[in-house]
């Protein structure tokens, strides 16, 4: 506070807020504390993906992604949270199979809870959704956990599960997000680097592989980039064609307070990347 603003005299600090016009009789001084974030990354860069769910509309989604992800320390524990958003636009001319003229846009928003650790046990839980306007304005919600041990602070192992909690009826047909099981293997460099390998099933016996990675190029930007591809429990051709899914993404990330670097000293920073 500056002076003359009506706080009283030793009581000033940069964490209150004066309101009012200066006169100690006449108004309270206000303390007031923020979130506070401890790790914040906002990225953009491209993607593609196909699954069920283009049915008709399938002209190929490829299209452009931006969003943000920040990590927050829960008070008085060791534990941290996380707030994430993205939007992606796709099919960026339109469907020729439909003749729609506009992309489509999707909305994903990802909020969790994790406690991070430089060795032992790790885990936390995240609820994703999804706001996708590909024929109709639809929400999907889901759940995500995962636990895993970490080894001084290098090498990690864990399993991951990921439930769907709605259904959606859409062109006469019931949709939902795909329950996944998977094991995973990550690798944390030196250098803030990380890599994933992961592998698993779905609720459905359908095969699922897949691999994430985020490379520092310098102290305030790294590059993010990972696929996954479900392998469908069925034959080739019309069938497994239908139902194999599987998306790619590369993007550039930027960080906050020139933290690409040393971001994995961070036990707030957060565990779970944003939904896609």
Not at 187 to 210: A, K, P, Q, V, W
């Amino acid at each position: 506070c500056e002076p003359g603003c009506g706080c009283p005299d030793g009581e000033c600090c940069n964490d209150c807020l004066c309101i009012g016009p200066g006169d100690p009789e006449s108004c309270h001084t206000i303390r007031i504390r923020v979130p506070k974030w401890q790790e914040l990354v906002v990225f953009g860069g491209v993607q593609g993906f196909k699954g069920p769910y283009d049915q008709s509309r399938d002209s190929g989604n490829f299209g452009f992604h931006e969003g943000f992800n920040a990590g927050f320390k829960i008070p008085y524990t060791y534990a941290g949270y996380q707030i994430g958003y993205q939007s992606a636009q796709s099919q960026l001319n339109g469907d020729k199979d439909t003749g729609i003229r506009e992309s489509h846009t999707q909305h994903f928003t990802t909020f969790g809870l994790f406690r991070r650790v430089d060795d032992g046990l790790q885990f936390g839980t995240a609820w994703d959704v999804l706001r996708d306007e590909r024929f109709t304005a639809v929400d999907f919600h889901q759940l995500r956990s995962e636990v895993s041990w970490l080894d001084c602070r290098t090498h990690e192992i864990g399993f991951s599960a990921t439930v769907h909690l709605n259904d959606e009826r859409v062109n006469e047909q019931t949709w939902r997000t795909v329950d996944q099981y998977v094991v995973f293997y990550r690798f944390h460099g030196r250098n803030g680097g990380e890599g994933r390998l992961y592998t698993g099933f779905s609720d459905d016996s359908d095969g699922i592989l897949g691999a994430d990675m985020l490379l520092p190029v310098q102290d305030r930007w790294s590059v993010q980039t990972g696929f996954t591809y479900l392998i469908p429990d069925g034959p080739n051709g019309t069938v497994g064609a239908r139902e194999e899914a599987w998306n790619i993404h590369l993007a550039m990330v930027w960080h906050w307070d020139n933290t690409a670097r040393k971001c994995h000293f961070n036990p707030y920073r957060p565990l779970f990347n944003v939904a896609n």
